[in-house]
Structure formats: C-alpha cells, structure tokens
C-alpha cells in the first residue's frame, strides 16, 4: 500500500530535518514576523504568554525568539525527526516540544494567546485541512490573541510536486481566499506581506540539487482575535 499523504510529508521533513535550519537561514522576513509578535505581546502587557508554534521544525528561529523572551511556547511538528532536532537546538525549559500532527491538536477553547505558523501548513494537507486549521486557530486563541501565518503564496489542493528533491502532495489558498477566510471566522487583519525567497543553501548542504530550488513567493499574515 502506497503511504499517505500525511505519512509522505512527515518521510520528507525526516529526511530533510537535519539541514532544515542552515537551509532555509537566509530567509530573512520570519525574524520580523516573529518580532511582531514579541512587540505585539509586550504592547498589550501580555507576559509571559502562552504560544503554540504550529509545525516548529527545529524551533530555530521562531520557538527560540519567542521562548527567549521569556514565553512559554509549545511546538508542534508531524515530524520525529523535526521534533528531535528542535529539542537538542532548543534547550530551554519553557520550550515545549510535541510530535502531533496539527490536525489531531485540539486544545481547549483559548488556550493561548498567540499561534504561530511559518510554512507547515502545505505539505500533505487539503484546502479543508487549512480552513478548518484557521477556524481551530481562532477557537484556541484568547481574546485579543495573536495569529502570525506564513504560507507559500500558491493556490491548489492537494497537488503532487517535487521539493527538495522529493515527491510531496501540497495544498495552499490564494491570497484572498486566505486572507477571507481568517475573516470569515472572525480574525481582524492586522496587516499582510508579501515576499519571495530562493533557498539555494539546501544545494549547499546537499539536501537536494540545483534542479530541485526555485524562487517561492510568500505571504505573511498578521492577525487579531477581537477582544470583545
């Protein structure tokens, strides 16, 4: 029997979790984004808060910036390999790191006061799994809490690509679709950005070849759960 979608994405980021970090760290926008989710915290005297890091691979950079501000931060990847990865990186006590599928995470009603997610929910996932995903996202938030999505910005559901070198089914919303969607549930729109990225540093550590990189573009979502 050939594996799931689920079981090939969670194959890949295995495969892939070691040279993860260095691979992508050239992707400058994420240390902004995750700024502004310290700036936003520290503004409304929220300390220290309670973050999920949805899909944290190695929880370098966001888990570690939030957690050294003194958050507690859970993060969740589908990955063991991930997982493993992000508990010898990040040592910190008030860094929590779980092997669950996002799917099967289902927290109590505001739970946290932020979640954050940066290009975890695209592989092996549906459109409905995204939709249902924000939806979850804003029941687990606290009021006033704080949503930072990054996504590739590409519209398709469950679409059989190669990345780095390897096969993977993936799933995205266009910008719009997304961006209503978060406020069909309820999230006010803070901001978005866009950016484009190339991540030639996998070919260095020899993740993949030189075929297998292209320039990605990316969307940056900042969001609010309504205080009332």
């Not at 994420?30 to 005297?45: D, F, M, R, T, Y």
């Not at 996202?137 to 690509?161: D, P, S």
Request: hydrophobic content about 45%.
């Amino acid at each position: 029997m050939p594996p799931s979608h689920t079981q090939q994405a969670e194959a890949l980021f295995d495969a892939i979790s070691s040279g993860y970090e260095e691979a992508f760290s050239d992707l400058q926008p994420i240390h902004s984004a995750v700024k502004w989710v310290v700036n936003s915290l520290s503004a409304a005297q929220i300390h220290p808060a309670r973050i999920v890091d949805i899909g944290c691979g190695t929880g370098r950079p966001v888990v570690v910036t939030l957690a050294e501000a003194g958050h507690s931060v859970l993060g969740i990847d589908l990955s063991a390999g991930m997982i493993a990865e992000a508990r010898k990186r990040v040592p910190l006590p008030n860094a929590i790191f779980e092997k669950i599928d996002t799917r099967d995470f289902n927290p109590p009603d505001e739970s946290f006061d932020a979640v954050t997610l940066t290009f975890s929910l695209i592989a092996g996932v549906s459109q409905e799994d995204i939709r249902q995903a924000i939806a979850k996202f804003y029941r687990i938030l606290k009021k006033g809490g704080l949503l930072m999505f990054a996504t590739v910005a590409a519209e398709g559901n469950e679409v059989e690509i190669r990345w780095m070198g390897r096969p993977v089914v993936v799933s995205g919303l266009s910008k719009e679709e997304l961006v209503e969607e978060m406020k069909r549930v309820g999230f006010e729109i803070e901001k978005t950005e866009e950016s484009t990225f190339k991540p030639v540093k996998a070919v260095d550590v020899g993740l993949c070849g030189e075929g297998d990189v292209w320039e990605e573009g990316h969307l940056w979502v900042f969001a609010r759960k309504p205080k009332a």
